[in-house]
């Protein structure tokens, strides 16, 4: 079983505005005549340097709020600020440049390019990110992830857990102030779930905003703050009810 | 059942749908391989049936009668020798003729070489009859007048009007009052004057009666040629022994042979039948060999569409794989699984079908254009051949089945936990990517991208290359053989213009003394410099069972013009062109036999003499031989000549050395050196315009493969280039690499293109231009150009496809693409 080393944060973290801002959010579906309404009217402010959980039930618009807020989606209305800039107005070029140095996803599909092994997975996002130190950026966060001995293995050779890990590494190799990532520990068994929920805690506290999706109530007790979903709308925004816990306290 | 067979419809449907630009693409490759193919193979049949009818119209000679150049007999002899042969029953009809080398003076200023063809009127059957493309034929009323008609093609190459005037040899004047044609000059031979390759511009026959020939010529009641066809076999009749036309008119041929030799005087002749006639043998000949040819340019075009169907395809069922292993997973038979991929492949053919038919009705459209324009003959009958359509769409229907049968025969035969898992295919081991983990990984790791995508999927890649390939090896082949036969020119040019590249070739219309009074007054001509006299005649050299048609110059040491000698020497025996003495099997000091005419007391008559081959020389026209006068005396002409070596006094022109030598009466024709070699160059037009059409539509086949090619490669790369996108990289970085991986694909496909296009060529020089071509010895030449512009269309062009999807990577819904390449 892998135990995941003690990790030092990445010092960039934090250096840039983090803030996340949707006001009035509205991310609509048209399939034929029906109107699937994905998101509707969602307003989030999150401040700097936050460990964000987003609770909801399957289909109740998680995902696309993370493509959102990850430029990857434009909404069919309302306003999205990232560290300041206004999304809906900014010009393809400042939405790329926004992807490559201020976010960076986690997919629920983890996404590895199949052509590359693990390390160059990794090596990609510190390359993208445009990091001088990219080599070793990504030999060290595959380590964190605990895969140092996969490096030179392709994503079909990997499990399904070890694949997201590969992923997460490669969102943490970018080094960008907002991580987001979707079901990150959906794939991992306890222990994994755990180093991984740990990893992603630090870089949070170490200035870094997490955006978490899951299905997982359990995680959100080491959450900040828990936003949750329902139908495309939110419903719930706070703390942890029953404050928050520590890693080691967690079960599921 | 009902109802799951309807969904199996609907969801190829829904495939064919979904990818409808890719299915249009491929469907247009297939078309195209299927109807050029069609086409091409169409102008066979279509140019056989338009020879049939022409050579038919004109009641073409079955067998012919040629007195040796010069000599003429009274009018009426040479019937009668017909007349006295065994088989004078079977003769049809019987025309005797005066054919006689003149020089022809006509408007626009042209001055060149011809033939002056009178033909004896009468009431029965017709033999080699003249039809008339404009204006008249001369009447009843014009016999002994000087009216003629001009040929066609010669008028219609220097657009000369329907009507004029033309100037013969000695100053013989005679108004023409039509364009004909008549089948010995459906193609122009260059005629009797020993002037080889002249081309139709430069060639002018003009046709008139016998009377009329007889009074422009001054050669009262003489003729010098007899033209005779065949009554009809009849096949049922048991009693008729040869049992075909053919051997009928060799029988015939025959006979009239011994009646000459047996002749008192003897008589000098050359007698051939219908089939030895060159225009009527090349225009037949050409359609077998041509027929090979345009079958093979029409197969590589199909190899190439099969190629990009089998890509195509194969890359369809690879994506519809892990939907696959589901269906096996649930328990469906792998038969009703390929139930849906092989509808999209039907479906697929026969769009690429109908297409087809409607590429070979537009590919014939240029194609007939070509034939009637550089085979002019008096009827065309081009009718749709359903046969060769219906074969080309066989073809082109089966060929996108098998491609689909293929990769779905592999994809049920995997255990389906393996086509389910996520990228297996993609994956599949890494292909030959883990080769590259050596190499030190300099620079960014996703510049590492392309070639780890070549190399991960060997098999995708190789596919990709070879249907690449194939599209640059048949542009290679078709354009090789424009490149060939330029080259081929260009030798022959090069060695006749290697002296003396003003010289003028002269011939005389009878043998004459080499100090005579026409060379006399040749010499005495302000406009000529030098005059070297010599001797041109045909002969056939023979060895064993192989026999070649040679013109053979003799040239004495003051000629100002000799041949490079590749191996052997100039004396002591004849020098043969390399390709005549490739097909005799003989090299440097085997002997051959040589038929010739031979002057005797008597006349000319044909002889034999055994001939060391001396040398050989480079001119890839097999024809060219010489001899030096030692050799030479076999004729038992020496002493005399025919044919005359003049350069131009300075100053002036070759036309005007030209008009002079008109003045002399026997000469019969002049020729720059210069205009033979273009002259050599117009004979291949025919070649040249179909395949540009070919090269055309390769081109055309080449380009769709390439940019269809990368198209489905950006398509199976879409996830990739979403993930690359939602981590930031910039659209045209991503543009940058999918570029350099085809790239890299289109450099591997160039290469082979290459050098199976040259592969092609070099065989086809070897084994099908011979039988095509046999008088000219090729070899295959790629020009600079054919190879930078196959490597331009194989890199440049592949290369350059992912441009055309900037636009859509930019706008790319980067979470649908993600989600639903899952
Ligand atoms: N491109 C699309 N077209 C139509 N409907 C869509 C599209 N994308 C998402 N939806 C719909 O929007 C809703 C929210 O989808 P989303 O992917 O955000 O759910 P989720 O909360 O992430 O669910 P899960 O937990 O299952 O991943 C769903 O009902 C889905 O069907
Ligand atoms: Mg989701």
């Not at chain 1, 200035?207 to 719930?236: F, P, Q, W």
């Not at chain 2, 033999?127 to 008339?132: F, I, L, S, Y």
Request: net charge neutral; glycine share 8%.
């Amino acid at each position: 079983m892998t135990v995941l080393p003690s990790s030092p944060v990445d010092a960039r973290a934090g250096a840039e505005g983090t803030r996340i801002d949707l006001d009035d959010v509205c991310r609509y579906f048209e399939v034929g005549d029906t109107v699937v309404k994905a998101l509707d009217g969602v307003n989030l402010h999150v401040d700097e340097s936050a460990f964000v959980v987003v609770l909801g039930a399957s289909g109740s618009g998680k995902t696309t709020l993370l493509n959102l807020v990850g430029a990857l989606d434009a909404p069919t209305s309302g306003t999205i600020r990232l560290a300041g800039t206004d999304l809906s107005t900014a010009s393809r070029a400042q939405r790329t440049r926004i992807r490559r140095n201020t976010v960076s996803f986690i997919f629920q599909s983890f996404n590895l390019f199949p052509g590359l092994t693990a390390l160059e997975n990794v090596r990609f996002g510190a390359d993208v990110a445009g990091r001088a130190d990219a080599a070793d950026v990504a030999a060290r966060v595959l380590e964190q992830v605990g895969l140092a001995g996969r490096a030179e293995h392709f994503a079909h050779q990997l499990s399904g857990g070890e694949q997201q890990r590969v992923a997460i590494a490669r969102a943490l190799a970018t080094g960008n102030p907002i991580l987001l990532a979707d079901e990150p520990t959906g794939e991992l068994d306890f222990r994994t779930g755990v180093a991984i929920l740990q990893l992603l805690r630090e870089q949070a506290e170490a200035g870094k905003t997490v955006l978490v999706v899951t299905h997982n109530r359990e995680i959100s007790r080491v959450a900040d703050r828990v936003i949750e979903l329902s139908s495309g709308h939110l419903v719930a925004d706070g703390p942890p009810a029953g404050g928050r816990a520590a890693i080691d306290d967690l079960r599921w | 059942m009902v109802t799951s067979r309807g969904l199996w419809v609907r969801w190829s449907w829904r495939d064919l749908r979904g990818r409808w630009v890719l299915v249009t693409a491929i469907s247009l490759v297939i078309a195209l391989g299927a109807g050029t193919y069609a086409a091409l193979l169409s102008t066979s049949a279509w140019r056989r049936a338009s020879n049939d009818a022409s050579f038919a119209l004109l009641n073409t000679h079955d067998v012919r009668v040629r007195l040796s150049q010069g000599s003429t007999v009274a009018e009426g002899r040479l019937a009668a020798v017909v007349a006295s042969i065994p088989s004078a029953a079977s003769v049809l009809g019987v025309r005797e003729r005066l054919v006689v080398p003149t020089q022809v003076s006509a408007p626009h200023d042209l001055l060149v070489p011809g033939e002056l063809v009178g033909t004896a009127t009468g009431t029965d059957a017709g033999v080699d009859d003249v039809w008339p493309s404009a204006g008249r034929l001369p009447g009843p009323a014009d016999d002994g007048q000087p009216v003629v008609v001009l040929d066609r093609q010669f008028a219609s190459a220097n657009r000369l009007p329907a009507t004029g005037e033309v100037v013969m040899s000695g100053g013989a004047r005679a108004s023409y009052v039509g364009l004909g044609q008549q089948p010995e000059y459906f193609l122009s031979s260059g005629g009797q004057a020993a002037l080889p390759f002249l081309s139709q511009r430069s060639f002018a026959v003009v046709y008139a009666t016998l009377a009329t020939a007889q009074a422009l010529t001054g050669a009262a009641g003489q003729v010098n040629d007899v033209v005779l066809t065949l009554r009809p076999v009849d096949r049922r009749d048991p009693a008729q022994r040869p049992v075909s036309q053919e051997l009928l008119a060799d029988q015939v041929a025959a006979e009239l042979r011994s009646a000459l030799a047996g002749a008192k005087p003897a008589v000098s002749a050359v007698v051939s039948t219908r089939g030895e006639l060159p225009s009527y043998r090349v225009l037949y000949d050409d359609i077998a060999g041509d027929a090979k040819l345009w079958r093979i340019v029409a197969l590589l075009v199909l190899a190439g569409a099969a190629f990009a169907a089998l890509n195509l395809t194969a890359r369809i069922v690879e994506a519809q794989r892990r939907e696959i292993g589901i269906g096996m997973a649930l328990g469906v038979r792998p038969a009703v699984l390929a139930v849906r991929p092989m509808l999209f492949g039907t479906q697929v053919a026969l769009f690429g079908v109908l297409l087809g038919v409607a590429v070979g009705w537009l590919v014939a459209i240029p194609l007939k254009a070509v034939l009637v324009e550089m085979l002019p003959l008096p009827v065309w009958v081009t009718p749709f051949q359903v046969d060769v359509y219906l074969q080309a769409s066989a073809l082109g229907f089966c060929l996108p089945l098998v491609a689909v049968a293929w990769p779905v025969w592999r994809a049920v035969r995997v255990q389906p936990v393996e086509a389910i898992r996520v990228g297996h295919l993609a994956a599949r081991g890494g292909g030959l990517a883990p080769l590259l983990r050596r190499l030190p990984s300099r620079g960014r790791s996703y510049r590492q991208i392309p070639l780890r995508n070549v190399l991960r999927t060997p098999r995708r890649t190789l596919l990709t290359v070879l249907g690449i390939a194939a599209a640059i090896t048949t542009l290679v082949t078709t354009i090789g053989f424009l490149d060939t036969f330029n080259a081929t020119l260009d030798d022959a040019q090069h060695e006749l213009l290697r002296s003396a590249p003003e010289r003028l070739n002269v011939s005389l219309t009878a043998v004459e003394p080499a100090d005579g009074d026409v060379v006399r007054a040749v010499r005495a001509l302000p406009e000529t410099d030098t005059v070297t006299a010599g001797l041109m005649l045909p002969v056939t050299a023979g060895r064993q069972d192989r026999t070649v048609d040679l013109l053979v110059e003799v040239l004495d040491d003051a000629a100002l013009w000799t041949p490079t000698i590749e191996s052997g020497t100039a004396h002591g025996g004849i020098v043969l062109a390399s390709k005549a003495a490739a097909d005799l099997h003989v090299t440097v000091g085997d002997t051959i036999e040589v038929t010739h005419p031979q002057a005797s007391p008597e006349g000319l008559q044909t002889a034999r003499t055994v001939m060391t081959v001396a040398g050989i020389h480079p001119n890839p026209m097999r024809a060219f031989a010489y001899l030096d006068p030692a050799t030479a005396t076999a004729f038992g002409m020496s002493g005399a000549t025919n044919y005359l070596t003049v350069t131009p006094a300075s100053g002036t022109s070759a036309t005007q050395v030209q008009r002079a030598l008109l003045s002399i009466p026997a000469v019969a024709s002049a020729q720059a050196v210069r205009t033979t070699t273009e002259g050599m160059r117009t004979g291949l037009d025919e070649f040249i315009g179909i395949l540009q059409i070919a090269a055309l539509v390769t081109l055309l086949l080449a380009l769709l493969i390439a940019v269809n090619t990368t198209s489905i490669g950006m398509d199976e790369r879409a996830r990739d280039h979403a993930t690359m996108l939602a981590f930031g990289l910039p659209a045209r970085t991503i543009i940058g690499l999918a570029i350099a991986e085809t790239a890299l694909v289109g450099a591997a496909a160039t290469v082979v293109g290459i050098a199976g296009g040259y592969g092609v060529l070099v065989w086809m020089a070897a084994t099908t231009i011979p039988a095509v071509l046999p008088e000219i010895g090729v070899v295959a030449t790629l020009s600079t150009t054919t190879v930078l512009a196959a490597f331009a269309l194989g890199v440049v062009t592949v290369a350059a496809a992912p441009l055309f999807n900037i636009r859509r990577l930019s706008r790319m819904d980067i979470p649908s693409t993600l989600r639903v390449m899952e």
